[in-house]
């Protein structure tokens, strides 16, 4: 079927949503001729997009559009539409070769264990932090697993990628932001070092290097976090993402920014993330002057990337704004096909045993086996195992440089004057686990030891409180 075929017979279910978004254009009311002007720019650009497809279903930027057709119209990806489950799929398909394309390079016998994830271990190529970003935030969107997704753990992988910030190609705050970002809506963890190092790019004119895109994309992504329960309250952030807003409020006087259509769009996004009074940053001036330029054609500059910025702002969207409220229907939907092709819909779970030893000449004090989602990291079965075991399993962990470092476990505290730790190993790391608590997922049938004993016995897998403190 295509896109002119089906276009009629979806509009009805369609433009009851563009509508509802675009009445968020600058406060305006639907009535509003600007409001009009902005919903007919909008569908333009919409079918020049479709226009740019390839004969797979996909673009050359794949996540970025399918992200941007999502986020405007929360009803684009419908389980009786055929043209968005194929846009959709072919997304699927490009995120699963990308994995496919990773570098996994084994150590050489005699070299050091520890992990430099940056350098040796697995490696992306061509797929950079931000455009694994948007693969998640576009998958996010369109009501997919991506702490699971098909076996791959998607927002462990960007976790890690994030630790690469400031080396190799990985050194703008666009990227890290938009990394951040990624987090924060799908449901990572946002950590401290990730805020602190967006307050810490801050320059001396409280804007971002490259000037109006990478603060545009850190406003978006401290405002998503602002929201989170533990940053609520930070006073620092807040100042932070004040000054970001006044030096963005000079946009629309710079003719830098005015002449570039692209970090105009991003400026729209970010004033909207902030829920900046309309009349306080010139909404509807800006948005006149993007619908100024639009080329006859429907695009924005004949250009896919800025073409797929603007799309939220001629509906008062950003990336902030993704809604994912229409995928419990979306599941239901697809579960609904699934029965009846007899296909077995139950989630996925694996079966660990976790043991815990705290005299290196004794036997198991303590053992507990139990089933978890197959998305769990060995820190969220901690916590679970703490919650509902009653009493049977407590520890106490703290946030550090390295992620969460345990310092106790069921009252046996970590003893840095005695050198003795708590170290993790299992069955199929013997040596010990490189990772810590929470970038580790264990696999099925895994058995998972906590040994407390001497510095020497300890692993890379828990660095100790000295470690992390000389930076060792």
Same mark, same amino acid.
């Given at each position: 079927m295509t896109r002119r075929n089906y276009e009629f017979c979806l509009l009805i279910v369609i433009l009851p949503c563009i509508l509802g978004a675009s009445a968020n254009l600058c406060g305006l009311q639907d009535d509003n001729e600007l409001v009009s002007e902005a919903r007919d720019s909008y569908q333009k650009a919409v079918d020049w997009l479709y226009s740019q497809q390839n004969n797979q279903w996909g673009w050359e930027h794949t996540p970025s559009i399918v992200l941007s057709l999502q986020m405007? @119209?929360?009803?684009?990806?419908?389980?009786? !539409?055929?043209?968005?489950?194929?846009?959709?799929? /072919?997304l699927q398909i490009e995120t699963l070769a990308a994995?496919?394309?990773?570098? &996994?390079?084994?150590?050489?016998?005699? $070299?050091?264990?520890?992990? &430099?994830?940056?350098?040796?271990?697995?490696?992306?190529?061509?797929?950079?932090t931000g455009q694994l970003?948007?693969?998640?935030?576009?998958?996010?969107?369109?009501?997919? !697993?991506?702490?699971?997704?098909?076996? &791959?753990?998607?927002?462990?992988?960007?976790?890690?990628?994030?630790?690469?910030?400031?080396?190799?190609?990985?050194? &703008?705050?666009?990227?890290?932001?938009?990394?951040?970002?990624?987090?924060?809506?799908?449901? %990572?963890?946002?950590?401290?070092?990730?805020?602190?190092?967006?307050?810490?790019? /801050?320059?001396? !004119?409280?804007?971002?290097?490259?000037?109006?895109?990478?603060?545009? =994309?850190?406003?978006?992504?401290?405002?998503?976090?602002?929201?989170l329960p533990e940053f609520s309250n930070s006073t620092k952030l807040n100042s932070t993402l004040q000054k970001a807003k006044n030096f963005l409020k000079q946009c629309p006087a710079r003719k830098d920014c005015l002449g570039n259509i692209h970090s105009l769009a991003l400026y729209t996004q970010a004033m909207k993330s902030v829920d900046e009074d309309p009349t306080e940053w010139d909404c509807e001036a800006?948005?006149?002057?993007?619908?100024?330029?639009? /080329?006859?054609?429907?695009?924005?500059?004949?250009?896919? =990337?800025?073409?797929?910025?603007?799309l939220p702002s001629l509906v008062g969207a950003h990336y902030g704004s993704i809604d994912t409220n229409g995928c419990r229907q979306v599941e239901e939907d697809q579960e609904k096909v699934d029965a009846g092709f007899g296909i077995n819909i139950a989630p996925p779970h694996k079966y660990i045993k976790i043991s815990v030893i705290t005299d290196e000449n004794s036997s198991n004090e303590? =053992?507990?086996?139990?089933?978890?989602?197959? !998305?769990?990291?060995?820190?969220?079965?901690?916590?679970?195992?703490?919650?509902?075991? %009653?009493?049977?399993f407590n520890f106490t962990a703290?946030?550090?440089?390295?992620?969460?470092?345990?310092?106790?476990? @069921?009252?046996?505290?970590?003893?840095?004057?005695? $050198?003795?730790?708590?170290?993790?190993?299992?069955?199929?790391?013997?040596?010990?686990?490189?990772?810590?608590?929470?970038?580790?997922?264990?696999?099925?049938?895994?058995?998972?030891?906590?040994?407390?004993?001497?510095?020497? /016995?300890?692993?890379?897998g828990q660095r100790s409180a000295e470690d992390e403190d000389t930076g060792r």
């Amino acid at each position: 079927m295509t896109r002119r075929n089906y276009e009629f017979c979806l509009l009805i279910v369609i433009l009851p949503c563009i509508l509802g978004a675009s009445a968020n254009l600058c406060g305006l009311q639907d009535d509003n001729e600007l409001v009009s002007e902005a919903r007919d720019s909008y569908q333009k650009a919409v079918d020049w997009l479709y226009s740019q497809q390839n004969n797979q279903w996909g673009w050359e930027h794949t996540p970025s559009i399918v992200l941007s057709l999502q986020m405007t @119209n929360p009803n684009w990806f419908h389980i009786d !539409d055929l043209e968005s489950q194929l846009n959709v799929k /072919q997304l699927q398909i490009e995120t699963l070769a990308a994995l496919a394309r990773r570098k &996994n390079v084994k150590r050489k016998i005699g $070299e050091p264990k520890h992990v &430099n994830y940056c350098e040796d271990d697995e490696t992306f190529g061509e797929l950079s932090t931000g455009q694994l970003a948007y693969h998640i935030l576009a998958l996010h969107a369109t009501c997919h !697993d991506v702490i699971d997704f098909h076996g &791959n753990p998607l927002i462990h992988l960007l976790e890690r990628q994030m630790k690469c910030f400031k080396t190799g190609n990985f050194n &703008n705050y666009f990227q890290y932001g938009l990394g951040v970002l990624a987090l924060c809506n799908a449901g %990572g963890k946002v950590k401290k070092q990730h805020v602190t190092e967006l307050m810490k790019g /801050q320059y001396s !004119d409280d804007g971002y290097q490259h000037c109006h895109d990478s603060t545009a =994309m850190v406003m978006m992504a401290l405002s998503c976090v602002s929201k989170l329960p533990e940053f609520s309250n930070s006073t620092k952030l807040n100042s932070t993402l004040q000054k970001a807003k006044n030096f963005l409020k000079q946009c629309p006087a710079r003719k830098d920014c005015l002449g570039n259509i692209h970090s105009l769009a991003l400026y729209t996004q970010a004033m909207k993330s902030v829920d900046e009074d309309p009349t306080e940053w010139d909404c509807e001036a800006v948005t006149h002057k993007l619908i100024k330029v639009q /080329q006859q054609s429907g695009s924005f500059g004949e250009h896919l =990337m800025t073409t797929m910025q603007v799309l939220p702002s001629l509906v008062g969207a950003h990336y902030g704004s993704i809604d994912t409220n229409g995928c419990r229907q979306v599941e239901e939907d697809q579960e609904k096909v699934d029965a009846g092709f007899g296909i077995n819909i139950a989630p996925p779970h694996k079966y660990i045993k976790i043991s815990v030893i705290t005299d290196e000449n004794s036997s198991n004090e303590l =053992m507990i086996e139990r089933i978890v989602a197959a !998305d769990s990291s060995l820190y969220d079965i901690m916590v679970t195992l703490a919650t509902e075991h %009653g009493g049977a399993f407590n520890f106490t962990a703290s946030d550090s440089e390295w992620g969460r470092y345990v310092q106790s476990i @069921n009252g046996v505290a970590a003893d840095s004057k005695a $050198e003795r730790f708590w170290a993790i190993y299992s069955n199929l790391h013997p040596d010990g686990l490189m990772l810590g608590v929470e970038d580790y997922y264990p696999a099925d049938k895994e058995h998972i030891s906590f040994k407390y004993g001497y510095r020497g /016995q300890c692993h890379d897998g828990q660095r100790s409180a000295e470690d992390e403190d000389t930076g060792r």
